[in-house]
T-cell receptor
Framework: EAQVTQNPRYLITVTGKKLTVTCSQNMNHEYMSWYRQDPGLGLRQIYYSMNVEVTDKGDVPEGYKVSRKEKRNFPLILESPSPNQTSLYFC??????????????FGEGSRLTVL | EDQVTQSPEALRLQEGESSSLNCSYTVSGLRGLFWYRQDPGKGPEFLFTLYSAGEEKEKERLKATLTKKESFLHITAPKPEDSATYLCAVQKKSSGDKLTFGTGTRLAVRP
């Protein structure tokens, strides 16, 4: 089954404790991206990757890091989480060009709470 | 600044009662407008892409239309399984892959 898998789905952590949210897709997609979704603000892009070893900042990259060492994986790293990073996070992927046609495949989301 | 505003925020319909959701936008140089469906606890699911004013796309009970200032998602004879949040997003020609999302319309269809 074609899917984007995120882990963990739910996490409660404390300020400053490094964490990684993993994202893996099995569709051989070139493009991958991370979004956060907050009430009243809509989805906002954090980072994106056009292909392996190619990443770039989105609208709200502060406090986050990413890496793209393999085509299928695109982990989101919070080196020192803060309460304002409490949010619902989505990973998305698409075939090349899909990022310009809106044809993104989203994971089921990771709800993160930072105390 | 690019803006996307969706209305209403929430809509409750009786099964079979047709209605429309609105997405108004202020973007210079629109590349495309996209509609997504989001079920509770799930990620958004792509529905439609519209590129130019006058364009229409259909899928089952859903029909999306586009003008120079807004898009409508028409739902004809909705069923309870159409209950979801519907998101629209716009993309500018000059902004690469960036999507600007609206905050969505929560639709509830009662049997």
């Amino acid at each position: 089954e074609a899917q984007v898998t995120q882990n963990p789905r739910y996490l409660i952590t404390v300020t400053g404790k490094k964490l990684t949210v993993t994202c893996s897709q099995n569709m051989n997609h070139e493009y991958m991206s991370w979004y956060r979704q907050d009430p009243g603000l809509g989805l906002r892009q954090i980072y994106y990757s056009m292909n392996v070893e190619v990443t770039d900042k989105g609208d709200v990259p502060e406090g986050y890091k990413v890496s793209r060492k393999e085509k299928r994986n695109f982990p989101l790293i919070l080196e020192s989480p803060s309460p304002n990073q409490t949010s619902l996070y989505f990973c998305a992927s698409s075939f090349w060009g899909g990022q310009y046609t809106g044809e993104l495949f989203f994971g089921e989301g990771s709800r993160l709470t930072v105390l | 600044e690019d803006q996307v505003t969706q209305s209403p925020e929430a809509l409750r319909l009786q099964e079979g009662e047709s209605s429309s959701l609105n997405c108004s936008y202020t973007v210079s140089g629109l590349r495309g407008l996209f509609w997504y469906r989001q079920d509770p606890g799930k990620g958004p699911e792509f529905l439609f892409t519209l590129y130019s004013a006058g364009e229409e796309k259909e899928k089952e009970r859903l029909k999306a239309t586009l003008t120079k200032k807004e898009s409508f998602l028409h739902i004809t004879a909705p069923k309870p399984e159409d209950s979801a949040t519907y998101l629209c997003a716009v993309q500018k020609k000059s902004s690469g892959d960036k999507l600007t999302f609206g905050t969505g319309t929560r639709l509830a269809v009662r049997p």
